[in-house]
């Protein structure tokens, strides 16, 4: 079945410490993006990349980062100056513009820094 | 600052009874989408309605579009309880992005 992988499901790091959270893909499509969700929060966009090898910032990209070196695999890393990393991040795919083409999401990944 | 806002944001209902649930939005869109977010799961895309689209349905969900109003409402007739979830609204916002609202939680009592 074709769809979004993301791991793992729950995370737990130190506070100061990078983590990186996968995300592929095996639906073929060009653009992936990564969001965050905050407890009774609508999905705030990270980055987004609509081919390989580019990627654009978001609404709130500071203290994040991505790579796309292929189309399949999207990482985020979330490095230690995030000040609020604890959040549910979601990553999600589509075939071209999110302007007109629906969002596939993956189950996301719960992350607490403490 | 996110471009849709559900309303009502929490709504509980029996099962067997319609669900409706507003978007409003502020600048004018050439489409909006709904989505359905299963506790701890990510979004699932139920319809996306065009501008020019007053009206859409999907099985049991009607989607209306009045872009005078700038509004968006989604019904969910006969529901079940397997229909509780967040419903967001989401519209073209900037360069190749979507805006979503803070979502309406449904729950629907068997």
């Known amino acids: 079945d074709g769809g979004i992988t993301q791991s793992p499901k729950y995370l737990f790091r130190k506070e100061g410490q990078n983590v990186t959270l996968s995300c592929e893909q095996n639906?073929?499509?060009?653009?992936m993006y990564w969001y965050r969700q905050d407890p009774g929060q609508g999905l705030r966009l990270i980055y987004y990349s609509q081919i390989v090898n580019d990627f654009q910032k978001g609404d709130i990209a500071e203290g994040y980062s991505v790579s796309r070196e292929k189309k399949e695999s999207f990482p985020l890393t979330v490095t230690s100056a995030q000040k609020n990393p604890t959040a549910f991040y979601l990553c999600?795919?589509?075939?071209?513009?999110?302007?007109?083409?629906?969002?596939?999401f993956g189950n996301g990944t719960r992350l607490t820094v403490t | 600052s996110q471009q849709g806002e559900e309303d009502p944001q929490a709504l509980s209902i029996q099962e067997g009874e319609n669900a409706t649930m507003n978007c409003s939005y502020k600048?004018?869109?050439?489409?909006l989408q709904w989505y359905r977010q299963n506790s701890g799961r990510g979004l699932v895309h139920l319809i996306l309605?065009?501008?020019?689209?007053r009206e859409k349905h999907s099985g049991r969900l009607r989607v209306t579009l009045d872009t005078s109003k700038k509004s968006s409402s989604l019904l969910i007739t006969a529901s079940r309880a397997a229909d509780t979830a967040s419903y967001f609204c989401?519209?073209?916002?900037?360069?190749?992005?979507?805006?979503f609202g803070k979502g309406n939680q449904v729950v629907v009592i068997p």
């Open positions: 600048t004018s869109i050439n489409n």
């Open positions: 309605i065009r501008s020019n689209e």
């Open positions: 989401a519209t073209p916002h900037g360069n190749n992005r979507l805006a």
């Open positions: 999600a795919s589509s075939t071209g513009s999110s302007y007109n083409s629906p969002l596939h």
């Open positions: 639906l073929n499509h060009d653009a």
